[in-house]
C-alpha cells in the first residue's frame, strides 16, 4: 500500500484570544513542525466595529493593537520553542473574513489554514455568519477546522477558563 503524505509549506493560523484559536495555534504548530512549514500568525482587528461609534478614539485601536502584539509575540516565542523554524506573525486591520480567505493566502502563498471552529464574536456569527464558515467556503487553499485538542479530545470550552495567552 502507497501512502501520500500531503506536505504543505505555508500555514496560517488566526487567533482572536478565542478557546478554539487556542485550539488551532496549538494544532498549527504541531503541523508546522511536522512539515518543516512556515508558520504565519494573524489577528485581524475588526475596524468595521468601530465605525458605529461617533466618537471614535484612535486611543482604543491603538489599544487593542498593543495587546494584540503582546499575544502575538507570546505565541511566535511558544512555536519557536515547540521548534517551529519559520514563523512570523502580522496584525491586519479590515474584515477578518476576506484577509484570512483571500488576501493573506494570495500574498503569502498560503496552502492550509488551521482555524478554530468559533472564535470570540459571537453576535457576528448570528448575524452574518461566522469567519470559519465564511473562509471553509470561499479560501483557494486546504482548510483545517479545528475542534479538538492535541490529543483529538473534544473538549467544551465553557468549562475551561480562557487560556487568553
Known amino acids: 500500500m502507497v501512502m ?6 505555508n500555514i496560517l493560523v488566526p ?22 512549514a512556515h508558520l504565519h500568525i494573524v489577528h485581524v482587528i475588526d475596524t468595521r466595529a ?17 495587546k494584540a ?26 474584515s477578518p473574513k476576506t484577509i484570512i480567505a483571500k488576501d493573506l493566502t494570495k500574498e503569502l ?3 492550509l489554514i488551521m482555524i478554530g471552529a468559533t472564535g470570540l464574536n459571537a453576535v457576528e456569527r448570528l448575524l452574518i455568519g461566522s469567519v470559519t464558515e465564511y473562509v471553509t467556503r ?3 487553499c ?6 479538538t485538542n492535541l490529543k483529538n479530545q473534544l473538549i467544551d470550552s465553557k468549562k475551561i477558563k480562557n487560556k487568553n495567552h
Do not use: H, P
Not at 486546504?142 to 475542534?147: A, T
Open 69 to 94: 502584539k503582546s499575544n502575538l509575540d507570546k505565541y511566535t516565542q511558544e512555536a519557536k520553542d515547540a521548534g517551529v523554524k519559520n514563523v512570523d506573525y502580522s496584525i491586519e486591520y479590515g
Open 142 to 147: 486546504d482548510v483545517l477546522v479545528v475542534r
Open 50 to 66: 468601530f465605525q458605529e461609534i461617533s466618537s471614535f478614539d484612535t486611543s482604543i485601536v491603538t489599544d487593542i493593537s498593543d
Open 109 to 111: 502563498n498560503i496552502d
Open 138 to 140: 470561499n479560501a483557494t
Open 15 to 36: 487567533v482572536d484570544g478565542s478557546y478554539g484559536a487556542e485550539l488551532a495555534f496549538q494544532k498549527s504548530v504541531a503541523v508546522a513542525k511536522r512539515n518543516d
Open 4 to 9: 501520500m503524505i500531503q506536505e504543505y509549506n
